[in-house]
């Protein structure tokens, strides 16, 4: 449920990782290619482009909203591995999953961590000199009471900080659309975008 509602600002009456899902709203992925932008989901693991099954290996298809969306074409479903390493080809918005053991829910922290600086601090050194951003976010806490998540904003544009304000998964799709002049869905419409982090 709360990768659908950054990917589409609701959850659809999900309450589980129940899997396949359909739905024929609208989602970013489509916003954002009806305002003539690119969008392409990576995500390790999965076994080949356009693939629906819900497990393989670490693989899982519950982290991988776009997939739900029958308005969005097969090919924007992608494995990790064609994520490009000239990142002048890479679409207008980007989601990279990682799969369940380098995403801190079956692995480790460091294997974690070690998967992101081995496989994304390219880009961002990348994107310093092109203002591009990267936005790292978790999907959920650890079950601990006032569920708390953290929510990185990396790129030129970004004041180093740590700030007060408090987000939700909705306030950075509202956030995402702001900077695109996309139209809002769902709950995002009634959060407010994130402002105070910008140089």
């Known amino acids: 449920p709360n990768y659908l509602a950054l990917f589409s600002g609701s959850t659809h009456g999900v309450t589980s990782d129940s899997c396949p899902q359909k739905f024929s709203t609208a989602n970013l992925g489509s916003e954002l290619i009806a305002s003539k932008r690119t969008f392409t989901g990576f995500s390790e693991g999965l076994p080949e482009t356009g693939s629906e ?8 298809r519950k982290h991988v909203p776009w997939t739900d969306f029958s ?30 053991v380098h ?7 460091q294997e974690a961590d070690s998967w992101l600086q081995t496989h ?5 050194a990348w994107a310093r000199d092109n203002n591009s951003l990267l936005i790292i ?8 009471p006032g569920n708390q998540i953290p929510t990185i904003f990396v790129g030129p544009m970004v004041r180093p900080g740590k700030y007060s ?27 407010t975008p994130i402002t105070d982090v910008w140089q």
């Open 120 to 124: 994304l601090a390219p880009y961002l």
């Open 165 to 191: 304000q408090d987000i939700t998964h909705y306030n950075v799709l509202r956030t995402i659309e702001a900077m695109y002049g996309l139209g809002l869905l769902g709950s995002s419409a009634s959060a």
């Open 103 to 109: 995403d801190m829910h079956s692995g480790t922290i």
């Open 71 to 100: 308005d969005l074409a097969s090919s924007v479903n992608r494995p990790f591995t064609a994520f490009p390493t000239d990142f002048n080809e890479l679409p207008t918005l980007s989601w990279v999953i990682p799969d369940l």
């Open 53 to 60: 099954v819900c497990t393989s290996g670490e693989y899982a």
């Open 137 to 144: 976010t978790w999907d959920e806490n650890n079950d601990a």
